[in-house]
């Protein structure tokens, strides 16, 4: 799996004391959640494939085929796994992770996976949110 090419993260308060919870939960519930989670996340990679197509970063659709939701520990992430292919005996032999350079360089001109988190954080939390009260809500009953 690819490594995120963008750190930013959405605290949620007891998220960590939840997640113990749903580890004892039976292992269907916890699919659930997981499916859940990553429904949310969804919401911004959908949205950075949107912008990535408007900044014309489609070529040959490699970079805005790779964008989609895994799942950590802890959280829900946007990964980016398009990588350039590189030349025998070049300079990058092995490749590069080319979407780095459109989030993180040229001045950010071309940017498409921070601005995407930056547009739809209210509407994923609000679906984090959610998720949580309804957990809440099974695991209480």
Not at 30 to 51: P, W
Not at 59 to 84: E, F, P
Not at 105 to 110: A, L
Request: proline residues 3%; aromatic residues 6%.
């Amino acid at each position: 799996m690819s490594t995120p090419i963008v750190h930013e993260t959405i605290v949620l308060g007891g998220f960590k004391e939840m997640m113990k919870k749903i580890r004892k939960m039976e292992p269907v519930m916890r699919k659930e959640m997981r499916t859940r989670l990553k429904t949310a996340g969804r919401i911004v990679s959908d949205e950075a494939k949107v912008r990535a197509k408007q900044q014309g970063l489609y070529d040959t659709g490699k970079l805005v085929r790779s964008i989609r939701v895994g799942l950590r520990a802890r959280s829900a992430v946007v990964v980016v796994g398009a990588k350039r292919e590189g030349r025998k005996g070049g300079k990058y032999e092995k490749g590069y992770n080319y979407p780095k350079r459109y989030e993180y360089g040229q001045g950010r001109k071309r940017a498409f996976l921070r601005p995407a988190l930056a547009a739809k954080r209210e509407e994923a939390v609000r679906e984090l949110a959610k998720i949580l009260d309804e957990t809440a809500k099974v695991w209480r009953d």
